[in-house]
């Protein structure tokens, strides 16, 4: 955890600090964390749509495919 009392902010920006044990920056800003978050659970979300979607079209490619194999068969057996 970060000793936000011992931490030092760094130069331009007032949201960063500089941890003075492991000498990482960390953002102090809550809300823009919690923007990010949102951010990556959304871009999840709309990603796991995309390849549902993607799946759904290979799906019934095959089985047009499927269809098409069972016309052929028919008609040639006319």
Do not use: F, W
């Not at 902010?9 to 809300?31: F, G, M, Q, W």
């Not at 993607?54 to 040639?76: A, F, T, V, Y």
């Amino acid at each position: 955890m970060v000793d936000l009392d011992n931490a030092k902010k760094v130069e331009d920006n007032a949201d960063l600090v500089r941890d003075p044990y492991s000498h990482a920056i960390v953002n102090t800003n809550v809300s823009a964390y919690n923007q990010a978050v949102a951010a990556a659970k959304a871009a999840k979300a709309k990603n796991k749509k995309l390849e549902d979607a993607e799946e759904d079209i290979n799906n019934l490619k095959q089985e047009m495919s499927e269809i098409k194999g069972l016309l052929q068969e028919l008609l040639n057996r006319v």
